[in-house]
C-alpha cells in the first residue's frame, strides 16, 4: 500500500532517526488508528494486514521502526520479528510488539524474538510517542557507532598497510638469511609475532678469517621495539663497516673490537639518551674462522648452545647485565674453541619460554633435546627447528613471542 503524504521537517524534528515506520495488524480498525496517529506526527507510514505481506513489503521497503501486532492468523509477530531480523540490511530497524500479553514469561519469549520495546493494546497516543521516542534515541546511538566504527576502520587500515611496510623494512635488516664466510657458513632466522618484532639477529665481516654474530632481543614488543632493532641494526650493520661499532679502524686496516667493549659501548649509547627507556638483551660472538677460537658477551641474552660434532651439547655464558638499563655496567668476555663440525646456536627467549601445549616452558633442556632431533644443514636447520616449536606449543604456528635465532657451522679451511 502507498503511504500518506508526510512532513518529512516534522518527522525528523520529532524523532531524528525514525522516519519510516510499517505498520503490521490483522485488524483493519487497528491499522487505520495507528496509521492516523503517525501520520499526524508527520511519519511516512507504510501498513501491511500480515506477517507475509509484511515481508515483501521490507523485501523492497527499509523501515526504521515496525509496529506489529503479536497474535495474527499465519504467521505471528514473533514469527515475523524472528524473520525481520533475518533480513540483509545496512541499518537497524526497531521493532515494537503489540500485544495484551503481560507475562514475564511471554515478554521473555518476544524479547528472544527480537523485539526491542511492548505496547500493550489499546494503545495510548502518548505511551505510543514515547516509545517511538526512545527507539529513535537507540537508533540514533547505532547510527552514531556504526560511523565512529567506520571511522576507527579506515584509521586501523591506514594503520595496517604502515605496519605491513614496516615488516617489509625490518625484514630487509636481514638481507641474507645464510652466508658462506671461506668453508664456515652462518644461517639466520627471524620470526615476528606480530607485524613488526624487537629481535634482530645478524652478521658482518671485513675479511674471510673473522666474523661477528649477534642475537639481541629489545624489551617490549610493536613498533617501539621495532624501531629500536632498526637502531641497532645501524650500529652492528654489516653494510658500511666504517659506521659498525664493532670495528676498529686503524691505520694497518680493520679489526674486531673485543665483545666487551661492544657491549659497554651500546651500553653507553642507550644510557645516555634520556628518550629511550627501551633496554636489551643481546648475545654477540666473534669467531676466528681458521683457528675456531669464539669471544663472546652475553648481557642478559639466553646462553648460546655449543652442538658438538660428536652430540654432546652444552649452554655457555653466565648471563650478564641487559644494555640500556645501568650505564656504567661492565661486561665480561667468556671464550671457547669450536672443533670441526661444532655449530654454535644464539637465540632470543622466545624459543625457551615458548609455552607447550600441557602449559609448562620448553626451557633449555627442551631447546637441548630440540636441537637434536632437528634436520638438515643451515637455513633448512633452522626452519626445521621453527616447525618443530610450533608444533609443540599451545597455540600451534600462532608466536607468543618473537622467536630469532643464529647459527654458525663452523669447517675450518684445510687449505690454509
Not at 49 to 73: F, H, I, K, Q, T
Request: glycine content about 10%.
Amino acid at each position: 500500500m502507498l503511504p500518506h503524504a508526510y512532513d518529512s521537517a516534522a518527522a525528523g524534528e520529532a524523532t531524528g532517526q525514525i522516519r519510516r515506520i510499517l505498520v503490521v495488524d490483522d485488524s483493519q480498525m487497528q491499522r487505520r488508528i495507528l496509521c492516523a496517529m503517525l501520520r499526524q506526527w508527520g511519519f511516512e507510514v507504510w501498513q501491511a494486514d500480515s506477517g507475509e505481506a509484511a515481508l515483501r513489503l521490507c523485501a523492497d521497503l527499509l523501515p526504521d521502526a515496525v509496529l506489529s501486532d503479536w497474535m495474527m492468523p499465519g504467521m505471528d509477530g514473533l514469527d515475523f520479528c524472528r524473520r525481520f531480523r533475518a533480513l540483509q540490511r545496512d541499518s537497524y530497524g526497531y521493532f515494537i510488539l503489540l500485544t495484551s500479553k503481560s507475562d514475564k514469561g511471554e515478554i521473555a519469549r518476544g524479547l528472544d524474538a527480537g523485539a526491542d520495546d511492548f505496547l500493550t493494546k489499546p494503545v495510548d497516543a502518548g505511551e505510543l510517542r514515547a516509545r517511538i521516542n526512545a527507539g529513535a534515541r537507540i537508533l540514533a546511538m547505532q547510527r552514531q557507532l556504526s560511523d565512529t566504527l567506520g571511522e576507527l576502520r579506515a584509521a586501523y587500515d591506514a594503520v595496517d598497510r604502515d605496519l605491513r611496510q614496516a615488516r617489509t623494512i625490518q625484514q630487509a635488516l636481514v638481507p641474507q638469511r645464510s652466508r658462506v664466510f671461506g668453508t664456515s657458513r652462518v644461517s639466520l632466522l627471524l620470526k615476528p609475532c606480530g607485524h613488526v618484532g624487537g629481535d634482530l639477529v645478524g652478521m658482518f665481516s671485513h675479511c674471510d678469517r673473522k666474523l661477528g654474530l649477534y642475537s639481541l632481543d629489545v624489551s617490549g614488543h610493536g613498533i617501539t621495539s621495532a624501531l629500536m632493532t632498526a637502531r641497532i641494526a645501524g650500529y652492528l650493520g654489516g653494510d658500511f663497516p666504517d659506521q659498525n661499532i664493532a670495528l676498529d679502524r686503524i691505520l694497518q686496516g680493520t679489526l674486531f673490537r673485543p665483545p666487551e667493549d661492544v657491549a659497554q659501548r651500546l651500553n653507553a649509547r642507550l644510557s645516555a639518551d634520556p628518550g629511550v627507556v627501551e633496554y636489551l638483551t643481546m648475545a654477540y660472538a666473534v669467531a676466528d674462522l681458521q683457528t675456531g677460537r669464539v669471544d663472546l658477551v652475553q648481557a642478559g641474552h639466553p646462553p648460546p648452545l655449543l652442538l658438538r660434532a660428536d652430540g654432546s651439547t652444552e649452554f655457555v655464558g653466565r648471563g650478564g647485565l641487559p644494555i640500556g638499563l645501568i650505564p656504567q655496567a661492565r661486561y665480561d668476555r667468556l671464550s671457547l674453541w669450536l672443533k670441526p663440525g661444532d655449530r654454535l646456536l644464539l637465540y632470543s627467549d622466545g624459543i625457551t619460554e615458548a609455552t607447550l601445549r600441557d602449559g609448562t616452558l620448553l626451557d633449555q633442556d627442551g631447546l637441548r633435546m630440540l636441537a637434536r632431533t632437528c634436520q638438515g644443514e643451515g637455513t633448512e636447520y633452522l626452519d626445521d627447528l621453527f616447525w618443530r616449536l610450533t608444533e609443540a606449543t599451545r597455540h600451534g604456528a600462532r608466536l607468543e613471542d618473537d622467536i630469532s635465532a643464529a647459527l654458525l657451522e663452523f669447517a675450518p679451511d684445510q687449505r690454509r
